[in-house]
């Protein structure tokens, strides 16, 4: 399966706990990018990677979220002190940025539930 | 504010029927649109994209339409299967600033196609 990978598929946390979830993307793609999915929205941008840099974050990205692409390949998702507004789908995409085309491809996502 | 808009949450089509399902835009710095489609427990699937230079993209069955005068833009799916059966979003992004960095999706359409 060459498509981009996301663990685990599910977590349920008690509140003010702290949760991570990774990403793998589609190899040889050097964007990455997170949003998150509420019940009857749109996925909503939250934060993407060029290769290792973290070029842009959401507002809707508080300071108890923090992300990471150590070596430009996977991504982490840090979500500290979880509450029950962050019961969520976590979703990840990758691209490869050529100047021409972009389009993103989505993990089967993360799945949130915090109690 | 909901930059992007799909007003039918739901639409019911007959098999081999013509399926439409429409999304507007208010943000005139959107030029790119894309229509993802997403089964129940699984992320987006990329459908079929337009840019704003064009007023109508052709991928097999799946047709896209850009009014731009009007923000709006439609999905024609014809003849409708019963695999097309999922929920649908439009999404858009300021490709010529930013690239695809950053999507703002629709709040999404449920299609359901009737054997």
């Known amino acids: 399966d060459t498509g981009v990978s996301q663990n685990p598929r599910h977590k349920i946390t008690k509140r003010g706990q702290n949760v991570t979830f990774r990403c793998d993307p589609i190899s040889e793609h050097n964007r990455l990018y997170w949003y998150r999915q509420t019940l009857g929205q749109g996925p909503e941008f939250l934060t993407y990677f060029q290769n290792e840099a973290q070029l842009e974050k959401s507002r809707l990205l508080s300071d108890r979220f923090s992300a990471e692409r150590p070596k430009g390949s996977f991504s982490t998702l840090e979500i500290q002190r979880t509450e029950q507004g962050d019961s969520a789908m976590y979703l990840c995409?990758?691209?490869?940025?050529?100047?021409?085309?972009?389009?993103?491809?989505f993990g089967p996502g993360t799945r949130l539930t915090v109690l | 504010d909901q930059q992007v808009k799909q007003n039918s949450p739901s639409l019911s089509v007959q098999e081999g029927r013509i399926s439409i399902l429409n999304c507007d835009y208010t943000?005139?710095?959107?030029?790119?649109f894309l229509w993802y489609k997403k089964y129940p427990a699984e992320g987006p699937t990329f459908l079929i994209s337009?840019?704003?230079?064009?007023d109508k993209n052709e991928d097999g069955r799946f047709t896209v339409f850009l009014n731009k005068s009007a923000k709006h833009l439609s999905l024609h799916i014809v003849p409708s299967q019963p695999g097309d059966s999922a929920v649908y979003f439009c999404a858009a992004s300021d490709w010529s600033n930013f690239g695809n960095e950053k999507l703002t999706f629709g709040t999404g359409t449920r299609l359901t196609i009737i054997p």
């Open positions: 995409a990758s691209s490869l940025n050529s100047g021409d085309t972009d389009t993103q491809y």
């Open positions: 337009i840019s704003s230079i064009k």
């Open positions: 943000n005139s710095m959107f030029d790119y």
